[in-house]
């Protein structure tokens, strides 16, 4: 079941971050200056701080929901290109369907949705708190998206997370090592949320990275409640 009722948005800090407002057409407060990428999206600071906030704020209070029934950590979420506000979060779903990874039933919850009509891929960032499986990538394509970003890296949902199916699903089908895929393709450009802190000026990045451990550590709790409890669900790759 998705999570996401009212489309309630935060506004990007420099245009009052923190309050809230519902999504419509309407609602695009700030525009992001320059295009820094052939999507038009620019990958500096501000960018980083709000996938960051969106990650801590609006996807963590539902991924710690959905661990509570039964799902893993993984969550998902659409910014608006222009200005960045958010037009939906929501979080993994397997107990329901094996197929509703994060990102997967982020599409399905968006296009259940009436803002699916009103929202066109193409203009949207997609944020994944973990990098997407070979699944959730094709999804992502399929959709329309031309870009997603990501938190965690594979090797953190298996060193981290105790769940290795993401590399394990590369090597074994694809034939692919870690980080092997193209990150660049005619579908999507792929990119990681810590590869753009890496080549931030210093005091541009400490804020940013002082908010990533926090979040980093903020997603220890629910992982080991999932650990601990996901023997008693029915979710295939668990």
């Known amino acids: 079941m998705c999570q996401t009722g009212r489309m309630d948005i935060l506004l990007p800090r420099k245009a009052g971050y923190g309050e809230s407002v519902t999504a419509t057409p309407d609602a695009h407060a700030v525009g992001l200056q320059g295009s820094g990428t052939p999507m038009g999206i620019t990958e500096n600071a501000d960018l980083v701080g709000r996938l960051l906030d969106v990650m801590e704020h609006d996807i963590l209070p539902l991924t710690d929901k959905g661990v509570a029934q039964g799902n893993k950590v993984f969550g998902a979420a659409l910014l608006r290109k222009s200005d960045l506000t958010l037009v939906m979060a929501e979080t993994n779903n397997e107990t329901e369907n094996p197929l509703w990874h994060g990102e997967v039933h982020l599409l399905k919850c968006f296009y259940d949705s009436p803002i699916s009509k009103q929202e066109t891929t193409r203009d949207m960032i997609f944020l994944s708190t973990h990098e997407p499986c070979t699944m959730c990538m094709s999804a992502i394509a399929w959709a329309g998206f031309d870009n997603f970003f990501y938190f965690f890296s594979h090797q953190d949902s298996r060193d981290s997370f105790s769940i290795p199916h993401d590399l394990k699903m590369l090597k074994e089908v694809f034939g692919l090592e870690p980080g092997g895929y193209n990150h660049d393709n005619a579908f999507w450009r792929g990119r990681g949320i810590f590869d753009i802190i890496a080549g931030l000026p210093d005091d541009h990045a400490q804020p ?14 629910p992982s080991e409640s999932y650990q601990q409890g996901k023997d008693a669900n029915a979710i295939p790759l668990a």
Do not use: P, T, V
């Open 208 to 221: 940013l990275l002082d908010q990533a451990n926090r979040i980093r550590a903020r997603y220890a709790a």
